[in-house]
């Protein structure tokens, strides 16, 4: 095979410069932002900044403190309960079963949390509402008996707390709500 011409060497070496080149300002202008004060472009699979939604969320350290207060308060009034947190999605953050809390109460808290989140109200004010639509209690994973209190953070529904085997779903909601009460102090 005969060698090409230095003149060739060159040519095609610099060439391949250029190319390089011009794929690094390429890269660095699409992950720089325009001028305009406009996000740049999404790069290959990732999705435009005006197609993202950012929710906030309760952290773990808030939901156990919120947990721990809810059964504090259920132990102060001689009340053995579960407790639980839910996130904004309706997944479990923490849930705590008291001393001497029923069976049925670990499953209960938490349909209660899942069900204030899901509707960012009370349980209590939802129950109210079968009265009207009894289908809802049809909806899988809710519990429509008092209880049961959204979190919210700037006016939209960021967790739950559900609380569950007082004799009464009005002292189960007391101790959700001082659960609540507790991420403000």
Do not use: C
Not at 8 to 22: E, F, H, K, P, Q
Not at 76 to 82: G, L, R, T
Not at 96 to 118: I, N, W
Not at 126 to 140: F, G, N, Q, S, Y
Request: hydrophobic fraction near 45%.
């Amino acid at each position: 095979m005969q060698m090409p011409s230095k003149r060739v060497r060159i040519v095609t070496g610099a060439a391949a410069l250029a190319a390089v080149g011009l794929t690094a300002v390429g890269a660095v202008a699409v992950a720089a932002p325009e001028k305009s004060g406009k996000p740049a472009a999404a790069t290959a699979g990732e999705a435009p900044t005006q197609s993202v939604v950012a929710t906030d969320h309760l952290t773990v350290a808030a939901a156990t403190k919120a947990a721990q207060a809810a059964l504090a308060a259920a132990e102060k009034a001689d009340q053995h309960v579960s407790v639980s947190v839910v996130d904004r999605n309706g997944n479990t953050l923490v849930t705590l079963r008291g001393d001497g809390a029923g069976p049925q109460s670990y499953k209960a808290s938490e349909a209660k949390a899942f069900t204030a989140v899901s509707w960012n109200a009370p349980t209590s004010a939802l129950a109210k509402r079968l009265e009207t639509a009894p289908t809802l209690k049809d909806i899988p994973g809710t519990l429509f008996l008092a209880g049961g209190a959204p979190v919210q953070a700037k006016g939209a529904p960021i967790a739950g707390v559900g609380v569950a085997g007082a004799p009464s779903g009005d002292q189960d909601e007391q101790f959700a709500q001082a659960g609540i009460a507790a991420l403000n102090g």
